[in-house]
C-alpha cells in the first residue's frame, strides 16, 4: 500500500518522501490505520519490519492535527540507543510538520531535557528510569498526553522496568490511547496489554522471527559450572577472530573476561557497573 493512501496530511507525508519511502512495509499498512483511529494496539513484529515509522507516522499526523498544545505523546523504550532511534525518526519524518520532541535517558544532560519538557516539547522520548526520576524531582504539564507507547515491552519486562512503566502510567492521564509494541507476545504481555488499555485494544501480527538466512545456531545443554570450561573449549577450538558474550550476571561477565584473558584473548567487558563513558 502507498502512504498516500493512508489518509496521511500533507506535511507527514512530504516527510515521509524526504526519507525516500513510498509504500508502507507490512506493519505500516496495519498499525498505522489502527493508530489513527485512536484504538490502543498490540503489535508484533520482527526487527527490520518498519515499526518504529508505524507508530511515529500517526503520532506525528494526530498532533499536527490536534488544535491542543504542548506535551501530547510519550513513547517508553527500553534503552538509550533505541530511544534515540525513534527520536531521530520523529526529527526526519517530522520536519515538515514543526512538531518537536526530546530524548529523555541516563547518562544525558538532565537540566536540558527539563528546560525542553518545561517549554512544552510536543513528544517526549525516553527511557523508563530516567524519564520516572525527572516526574519525581519536577513538575510537568502532562495534561494534554493524548498517546502512550510502550515499544520493545516485552524487553522492558526482562529487564524489570515495569514499576517504573507502572508509575510513570499513574502520572498521565487515563484518557489516552496506548500502543505496545514487542518482538513476542507472551502471556505476560497480554496481561500488561489488558492491564494498560483497561482490556479493550487491537491485535496485529506481522511475520515469524526465525535467524537470518545463512546464520547456523546451536545450543549446549550444559550445567551452569560447565558453561564457562565449554566455552573456553569452543573458542579454542573454533579459532573465533571475534565473538559477543552474554552473561547473566555481572559477575559471571566479569569472570569469564578475567579467564580469557589468562589465555591471551583481547577482551573487554561490558555491564551496569562500569560508567556510561566506559561502555
Not at 493508530?35 to 515499526?51: F, I, P, Q, R
Not at 510513570?168 to 507472551?186: D, E, G, M, W
Not at 570450561?229 to 555481572?250: C, G, M, R
Amino acid at each position: 500500500m502507498l502512504f498516500k493512501e493512508l489518509n496521511l496530511c500533507e506535511e507527514v507525508l512530504n516527510g515521509i518522501g524526504d526519507m525516500g519511502f513510498d509504500s508502507a512495509t507490512e506493519i505500516q499498512e496495519k498499525a498505522i490505520p489502527i493508530a489513527l483511529d485512536s484504538k490502543n494496539l498490540l503489535g508484533t513484529s520482527y526487527t527490520g519490519s518498519g515499526k518504529t515509522a508505524a507508530f511515529v507516522i500517526p503520532i506525528l499526523h494526530k498532533l499536527f492535527t490536534s488544535k491542543k498544545k504542548g506535551i501530547q505523546a510519550l513513547v517508553l523504550a527500553p534503552t538509550r540507543e533505541l530511544a534515540q532511534q525513534i527520536d531521530e525518526q520523529f526529527f526526519s519524518l517530522g520536519y515538515h510538520t514543526g512538531i518537536s520532541s526530546v530524548c529523555v535517558y541516563g547518562g544525558s544532560d538532565w537540566s536540558q531535557q527539563e528546560k525542553a519538557m518545561k517549554a512544552g516539547v510536543n513528544v517526549i522520548v525516553a527511557t523508563p528510569g530516567r524519564m520516572l526520576d525527572q516526574m519525581k524531582i519536577t513538575s510537568y504539564d502532562f495534561s494534554n498526553i493524548d498517546v502512550l507507547v510502550l515499544d520493545e515491552a516485552d524487553r522492558m519486562l526482562d529487564m524489570g522496568f515495569l514499576p517504573d512503566v507502572r508509575s510513570i502510567i499513574n502520572r498521565i492521564p487515563k484518557k489516552r490511547q496506548t500502543l505496545l509494541f514487542s518482538a513476542t507476545v507472551t502471556q505476560r504481555i497480554e496481561k500488561i496489554a489488558k492491564e494498560f488499555t483497561e482490556g479493550s485494544f487491537e491485535r496485529i501480527k506481522v511475520g515469524q522471527i526465525a535467524p537470518a538466512k545463512g546464520i547456523k545456531q546451536v545450543y549446549y545443554k550444559v550445567g551452569d559450572r560447565q558453561k564457562q570450561p565449554l566455552l573456553l573449549q569452543l573458542y579454542e577450538e573454533q579459532k573465533w577472530h571475534s565473538a559477543i558474550v552474554f552473561a547473566s550476571t555481572k559477575r559471571g561477565v566479569d569472570s569469564l573476561g578475567r579467564s580469557l584473558q589468562k589465555k591471551g584473548v583481547e577482551v573487554d567487558s561490558i555491564h551496569g557497573d562500569r560508567s556510561q563513558k566506559e561502555r
